[in-house]
């Protein structure tokens, strides 16, 4: 009976989530450039980040002190430095995410939960969405929140 007290008195584990990245291989990504996906980018990341702030389940860390290292490395490809910097913040979690935009119709986002000290993957959620709006992107996220990252016992074995 004590210890279950102790344990529902434990703080959340401190979570660092990165900005998402984006991977860009339309054409018209090619000729006009990212400019719309990178404000989404920006706007997805910050609903994330609110959702799991007021879930209660996880203490957010700003990620500010690493930010400018963060966005200069491939977070996805960098051989973990996207650990080592969440290590910087004192996280027990990080998550990284990005956006892979084919088209204006097939656009794919993923996020990534990883254990800091162990490296492990916890969870990978992924949804595709048909449409390069702002509000199809966020009710893609909505949705990952919703039914992969917040869902009961979702990540676990």
Known sequence: MLLTGSAALADPPKLAVFDFELIDTSLPGEFYGSKPEEARLVLIGEQLRKALADSGRFQ??????????????????????????????GADLEITGMVQKVSNLIINLNIYLRDVKTGA????????MR??????????MSYLIRNRLLAPNYGKP
């Open 60 to 89: 957010l860390l700003d990620i500010a002190p690493v930010r400018d290292a963060a966005r200069h490395a491939n977070l996805q490809a960098c051989g973990g430095c996207d650990l080592k910097l969440a290590g910087e913040l």
């Open 121 to 128: 993957m916890i969870t990978a959620a992924s949804a595709d």
């Open 131 to 140: 449409g390069n709006t702002d509000e199809a992107w966020s009710r893609t």
